[in-house]
């Protein structure tokens, strides 16, 4: 899956790649739906941190040996195909363990 990340620092937007175990599925079929799935955030060591649903993942960012494009198709008037860059990415955000429920409010039992 590739997720494009908004830096504050910059005007331009950063695309990594996000890698996880298992599988993941949402309410739609449809990948093009634009459907939201979760948050991804970068805690102050600046270590990936992912909350899907009631679950978290902490992962690991690793620099890409080879850098991929990313393009997007884009059909002129025509049968002519062109594929433009849309961007570079260059980073991969790992989640190798297990999610870990979050847990709020747990009411007390005697």
Known sequence: MIVPINRTHGKWTQYVIVELQGDLEAASSDPESGQFLGDLHYNEAGIPIMILGMHVL?????????????FERNKNEGEEVEYLVKGIITKKVMFRGRPKPIVTDVPLTR
């Open 58 to 70: 902490q992962g690991k960012e690793t620099i890409l040996a080879k850098p991929m494009a990313l």
